[in-house]
């Protein structure tokens, strides 16, 4: 067996085999930003994908919780404009973060609220209430952000 293949199946400082080891490294590394403000506060949301974009870059799974207003980010054609002076385009980063693999998890209660059809979303766009959203985070530790 070659030696990085030895290495490989080395044990933890807590007595795990590297395989479980890495398992939990690979589940720490999600990322969920709670964002329940939509184009009302555009810097918000800017600020919300920026973040969003920049923990993809690092390779971390990435899920959005839309809620209340922000839940309107699903709809094709919605995620348009600039914020403010200098603030990037929203469309570039809605599409950097769903090319990079971000999901949107869109509040089920509050789409029914506003008689939106889950039907026309965009699609990395899911419904997902609180108990999809939490299988989703999982039991471990996770960076949680809130705008």
Not at 109 to 132: M, Q, W, Y
């Amino acid at each position: 067996m070659p030696r990085h293949a030895r290495r490989q199946l080395g044990r933890d400082t807590a007595g795990n085999s590297s395989e479980t080891a890495e398992r939990k490294r690979m589940m720490a590394d999600k990322v969920l930003i709670n964002l329940a403000t939509g184009l009302e506060d555009g810097e918000r949301v800017t600020v919300a994908f920026l973040v969003a974009g920049a923990a993809l870059e690092r390779g971390h799974d990435v899920a959005m919780f839309l809620t209340k207003e922000a839940v309107r980010l699903a709809l094709p054609g919605h995620a348009e404009g600039v914020a403010c002076d200098g603030c990037p385009p929203l469309a570039r980063l809605f599409e950097q973060f769903a090319q990079g693999g971000g999901e949107l998890l869109v509040c089920p209660i509050c789409v029914k609220s506003r008689k939106i059809g889950e039907d026309t979303f965009v699609a990395n766009a899911r419904l997902a209430g609180a108990t999809p959203m939490w299988e989703w985070l999982g039991d471990e530790a996770r960076m949680v952000f809130s705008y």
